[in-house]
């Protein structure tokens, strides 16, 4: 099963492709990991349409059978909302344009996933996504392991019949 | 000058269309208006990639030089924000990929050009955007009204060599 993972993001936006096995231990192959950097001195369409553009490439190259983002949770910054708001806007469109479902999933639902538990730590998370791809060193930067662990946390809901669309 | 107006949203989406004399009293025809719909019920992806689609289409069909949003601000309200964020971010998408420009204008600068201060009440807005364009009545819906709004906004910072790109 091949799976895109988005950490959204104005700035930088991680897409992490993978392809988990059918069953079993989750046990994956990283098939494409990249960070979309767009700076405030660009213009905002421009840094939207790359995003865009950037998904749809990776969409396309891949076709995964699913787009994965994590559950964004804000807390009194409606202005960083609103603009990841935007980047995942750009990501919904290229999923539209290329007939790709969209999911999502909240960190408690990573944690879960990945580390068996839901109150893993961060640190726990990453090593598990290191271990399922069978990474010697752990995904960098972080937006790309982010990436990385929600792709790996959709094959785990998909396989149990549990995905959950955004 | 030809110029799009849009008052993002994720359930009511509005478009206007208009094309202001390039000097003088503001003045201006309407070319197109009309509100996208989109439903809870629809997949996010559908919703914001139909929003996309409508948005690229009027950008075609007008050759706008000029797209306008009006700046929000939202309080307390951090998921509004990030859904209102998705169809904006479809609409930028559409912008760069029409190779049309986005500016933006605060509630305060609205009134200002339309009503010529800045605590005019949302009626005397109205009145104007009627009187810009020549109706006989209130454009209608809100959503329309407000997207006609800005369009008339940016035309009037724009002929002062004022415009305020997003
Ligand atoms: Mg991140």
Request: no cysteine; charged share 20%.
């Amino acid at each position: 099963m091949i799976v895109l993972g988005v950490d959204p993001g104005i700035t930088h936006l991680g897409l992490g492709v993978v392809e988990a096995e059918e069953k079993g231990a989750l046990k994956a192959r990283l098939l494409h990991g990249e960070v979309v950097r767009t700076s405030h001195k660009e213009k905002a369409e421009a840094r939207v349409g790359r995003i865009h553009a950037r998904a749809k490439e990776a969409l396309l190259a891949f076709r995964p059978e699913a787009l994965a983002v994590e559950e964004q949770f804000f807390y009194r910054q409606n202005e960083l909302a609103y603009k990841v708001g935007w980047a995942l806007g750009a990501v919904l469109v290229a999923a539209f344009e290329a007939g790709v479902p969209v999911y999502a999933y909240g960190p408690m639902q990573v944690k879960q996933a990945l580390a068996g538990h839901g109150h893993a730590s961060k640190e726990e998370v990453a090593l598990m996504v290191r271990s399922a791809l069978g990474l010697k060193e752990t995904p960098r930067p972080s937006h790309l392991a982010d990436a990385l662990a929600i792709a790996l946390t959709h094959a785990f809901y998909a396989r149990l019949g549990a995905a959950k669309p955004l």
